[in-house]
């Protein structure tokens, strides 16, 4: 089992900066992706970024390139996302996920590929 822990959200305004952190603990030997989703009222969960744990290959969203930036902290178990120029539209709550070295083929975006969720944290972006 590997529990996950979302912290850093809150309110900012249009143009303002939060950083997420994600502490992972339990059996964290496995995990082989890591990423961040975000849900929004009345939508689907969409990925927003990843990390490969052992190659530190990422990925993002088109809508959130150039402003987010994924990393990790393999010694601490920690996670991170680096949200710049936010926006009103990237007002979600924001969860982190794990998944373990099961080749399960999904792609990084997709929630089916991930094994282990946070609860999640909001982010709110005020014009």
């Known amino acids: 089992q590997v529990q996950l822990v979302e912290s850093g959200g809150g309110s900012v305004q249009t143009g303002g900066s939060l950083r997420l952190s994600c502490a992972a603990s339990?059996?964290?030997?496995?995990?082989?992706?890591m990423g961040w989703f975000r849900q929004a009222p009345g939508q689907e969960r969409e990925g927003v970024a990843a990390?490969?744990?052992?190659?530190?290959?990422?990925y993002y969203a088109a809508s959130v390139q150039d402003r987010f930036t994924i990393s990790q902290d393999n010694a601490k178990n920690m996670l991170y996302l680096q949200m710049n120029s936010l926006k009103p539209e990237d007002t979600a709550i924001y969860y982190c996920?794990?998944?373990?070295?099961?080749?399960?083929?999904?792609?990084?975006?997709?929630?089916?590929?991930?094994?282990?969720w946070g609860q999640g944290t909001q982010v709110t972006v005020s014009s």
């Open positions: 990390i490969y744990a052992a190659r530190g290959d990422t």
């Open positions: 339990g059996y964290t030997a496995r995990t082989y992706r």
């Open positions: 996920a794990s998944a373990i070295a099961t080749g399960n083929g999904f792609a990084w975006y997709m929630a089916e590929g991930y094994n282990y």
